[in-house]
């Protein structure tokens, strides 16, 4: 099974969403957004910028 972003909405009333891997684990969360459509935003940086990001220890 693959990955999936979760949408959702917080207790806050905040947008928010969360990256599980196919088995079902959190394996990324978004900050808190306004709106729907910037959660929606942040959903897709994440997919463009994510294939290039460099592993860096800190």
């Known amino acids: 099974m ?11 009333g905040k947008w928010r969403f969360r990256l599980k ?14 709106s729907k459509a910037a959660a929606q935003n942040g959903i897709e940086s994440v997919k463009k910028n994510a294939p290039d990001a460099t592993v860096v220890e800190v």
């Open 21 to 34: 891997a196919g088995n079902g684990q959190v394996i990324a969360v978004g900050e808190a957004y306004e």
């Open 2 to 12: 693959a990955g999936k972003f979760e949408l959702y909405n917080d207790k806050a």
